[in-house]
């Protein structure tokens, strides 16, 4: 595990990451009341959060992103398998130190996160959500950025500014309007994204999704974009460039072969993709 603690405003940032060879666990507690946020960008098999004989389970944490109130009687842990290595954000600010924060962000906690300023509990659980599109992205450039120094410092800032505000937006949307999709078909649309999570060389057509998950073309292409932020295509070729880059960090495949690996016939279209993505050409993960 490693474990990068930076401290950016009035919030302490926890990157971590984590790659395995064979399944582990991992803890991790706070030794103050605090209110946090986790964001995770690849997940691992098994997120429990543990305090006194009670337990909150997320079976697969990849993709979420969670509130929560916590004390130093909680403990988070994580089993990591070597399938699913970890990558995790998670910015906390001690409660009592909420009021340093610029009048308008204490107005906004104190609006949407109140249950967790005022925690009841040793572990008081928030919003949590499926992380959208921007979200998204923004972990990922955390994870994937180049910067040194200085120039990190001002990076990291704005990423971590940018996914607190779009957790807010989220939750004042869901507030505002509600959520239309129904228990049951959620769950279907997270059986989808689990489909083609694991199907990114050779994915099944929306019409073959669509029997798989037992959901109609219609509704799969619309609530899919509204619950994750971003239409099917598009969630498979995120996924397939991440991959690419964690291929092309990670091992000695050529450029070719992660393209091919995660389903791109073209090269040219490979490199132009990633870079939209990245900011860089796979050739430069390999310079």
């Known amino acids: 595990m490693t474990r990068d603690i930076i401290e950016i405003n009035n919030f302490m940032v926890l990157i971590e990451q984590s790659s395995v060879e064979e399944t582990i666990i991992e803890k991790c507690d706070f030794e103050d009341q605090v209110i946090g946020f986790a964001f995770y960008g690849s997940g691992n098999d098994e997120l429990n959060i543990e305090y006194k004989d009670k337990k909150r389970t997320f079976n697969n944490a990849q993709g979420i992103a969670i509130s929560f109130s916590a004390n130093d009687k909680v403990d988070f842990v994580h089993k990591i398998s070597p399938e699913k290595p970890l990558q995790c954000i998670c910015i906390i600010s001690m409660i009592k130190n909420l009021h340093k924060l610029p009048e308008q962000e204490n107005q906004i906690f104190t609006k949407y996160l109140s249950e967790l300023i005022h925690p009841k509990d040793d572990f008081v659980e928030g919003p949590n959500f499926y992380m959208t599109h921007d979200m998204q992205n923004a972990v990922d450039k955390i994870f994937n950025n180049r910067y040194e120094g200085t120039t990190r410092m001002m990076f990291l800032k704005s990423q971590v500014t940018e996914l ?50 037992g959901l109609n073309d219609y509704k799969l292409k619309k609530n899919f974009k509204e619950l994750f932020g971003v239409p099917v295509y598009k969630y498979l070729q995120n996924e397939r460039l991440k991959k690419a880059h964690e291929l092309l960090s990670s091992s000695d495949i050529s450029i070719q072969e992660a393209a091919w690996y995660v389903g791109y016939e073209s090269l040219s279209s490979f490199s132009s993709a990633f870079l939209k993505k990245f900011g860089f050409r796979p050739s430069e993960i390999k310079k």
Request: no cysteine.
């Open 164 to 213: 607190l505000s779009h957790f807010f937006a989220l939750l004042s949307n869901v507030e505002n309007n509600g959520n239309g999709i129904k228990k049951q078909d959620r769950e279907k649309l997270y059986q989808a994204r689990e489909i083609l999570s694991k199907n990114i060389d050779t994915p099944p057509s929306l019409n073959e999704l669509s029997k798989l998950i």
